[in-house]
């Protein structure tokens, strides 16, 4: 096999083992196992467990942001734009590879590594929401980027309490739903640069 299938092989195999039973939990010999190579080809490709985890994380936040670029530029309309951002964050946990849990529910969120990478996240999710809230609304970048990583967090807690509260609500409505909390509060804010005293 060669080396980059190899690697995407070994990949989808830890993904499987990481995103059902968390880092620490996670054993290379299962992983292995799951991938059906010794654990020596395992090792030859990465280093260790971390090495592993992270080449996750990094997958994982690729295939999220993907999304949510693909959201961004499907519209010109600023309140579309922010529905299909939201709807992204609802495909994105409601996909089968699972992949969210590593970037939102990570048993290894204080390791300096993963955390870095998770506040990048963070940030690269949030720049282009707030550039679009600076413009609709008129407030600062610094007021803009705060109220952009706020609308991401309702998004991406939304989307995961959506899918695990087996309730009744399509998901699409469910995005449009939380997307309007977003909009709607975002829309609030007056195009103009005074405030109240």
Known sequence: MPRGKRRAHLLHAAREVFVAHGYHAAAMDEIAVRAGVSKPVLYQHFPGKLELYLALVDTATEELLARLQRALVSTDDNKQRVIATVAAYFDF???????????????????????????????????????????????????SDLLAVGLVGIAQVTARYWLTADGTIPKEKAAELVASLGWRGIRGFPLSHEHPH
């Open 93 to 143: 946990v409601d996909d089968q590879s699972g992949f969210y849990r590593l970037l939102f529910e990570s048993d290894l969120a204080n390791d300096p590594a993963v955390r870095t990478r998770l506040d990048r996240l963070t940030h690269l999710c949030s720049a282009e929401i707030s550039a679009i809230i600076a413009e609709d609304t008129g407030l600062s970048r610094e007021e």
